[in-house]
């Protein structure tokens, strides 16, 4: 596994005006399935991370489950794919294709397979994330209208943004705080946050062709957006602030995936615009009198280059 450290600066950006302000570093560690040629990782929890990968034998996504620096496939019984989203303790939710290619959903509680098929869904259920008991995610009406969804093990409760005209998807739980993606009436996509009784709109303010909202974990929102060359930035949004985190290796751009505590998971495109899978934590953030010192020694080394011009 390869390791990189990408730094992030929170303040202004000049040299002089950055003296004293505080920094933070990510320590990034690649993450690619031995057998694959593409790696792609979707959710944390603790030290279980799933995701899928490919090979050149089989081009359609296979799920794994690493953990402890092992990798053990996920692969639903009779199943052509299996798409492994979110993982909480043991439990793990995604999607699979049957051996017909219909797309369903499952639950895997680290020893059995079940399907999970919303009474509402009709033509279609998809789990997308997991939180303890609770179980997110969408599902298609008999009218093939999309609506959230909410399962706590026994009921499935609609979750509808009121301004997701044209449909609403949860995408990730903690807790009773939701993220997710809704469509309004011009069929634009937009991100939202639902804390059990009021929706609140994410958008990254760097967003020039969108935002994906993708994992929750506490206050902490993850995702990515898209720039003005169309390039994924994967960014942490804490409550108040957005930050951008981009892994030095994604070339090709970043997108987060999934967070738990101060790690995150997601995958990047190298400069061929293969994927692979990351994981990433922060590194301890130095003392404001080094950052100070350091910002004094860097502009005095500013003026002994200029003198000696």
Request: hydrophobic fraction near 30%.
């Amino acid at each position: 596994m390869n390791k990189t450290l990408v730094k992030l600066t929170y303040g202004l950006a000049s040299l002089g005006l950055a003296v004293g302000s505080a920094q933070a570093q990510y320590s990034f560690t690649t993450l690619d399935h031995p057998l694959s040629i593409a790696t792609v990782a979707y959710g944390i929890s603790g030290n279980n991370i799933v995701g899928t990968y490919q090979t050149t034998a089989s081009p359609d996504p296979l799920g794994f489950l690493y953990s402890g620096g092992i990798y053990t496939d996920l692969n639903v019984p009779g199943s052509v794919t299996t798409t492994p989203y979110s993982v909480s303790g043991n439990s793990v939710v995604g999607g699979y294709q049957d051996s017909s290619y219909q797309s369903r959903s499952f639950l895997y509680n680290g020893s059995s397979y079940s399907t999970l098929s919303a009474p509402q869904g009709v033509n279609g259920t998809a789990a997308l994330g997991i939180s303890g008991n609770n179980i997110v995610g969408m599902y298609y009406d008999v009218a093939g209208n999309t609506h959230g969804f909410l399962y706590n093990g026994s009921t499935y409760t609609p979750i509808d943004d009121p301004l997701g005209v044209n449909g609403t998807v949860a995408r990730s739980i903690s807790g009773n705080n939701i993220v997710g993606t809704y469509y309004d009436a011009n069929w634009n996509h937009w991100d939202f946050l639902f804390n059990g009784s009021t929706f609140t709109t994410l958008n990254d303010p760097l967003a020039v062709y969108g935002t994906e909202v993708t994992g929750i974990d506490g206050n902490d929102v993850v995702g990515y957006y898209y720039d003005a060359n169309y390039t994924m930035n994967g960014f942490l949004y804490d409550g108040s602030t957005y930050t951008t985190i981009d892994n030095p290796l994604g070339i090709g751009g970043t997108a987060i995936e999934g967070i738990s505590g101060n790690t995150i998971v997601g995958w990047y495109q190298d400069g061929s615009y293969s994927a692979h899978g990351f994981s990433a934590t922060p590194e301890a953030t130095p003392e404001p009198s080094t950052l100070a010192l350091a910002g004094l020694g860097g502009l005095g080394m500013l003026r002994q280059i200029r003198r000696r011009k």
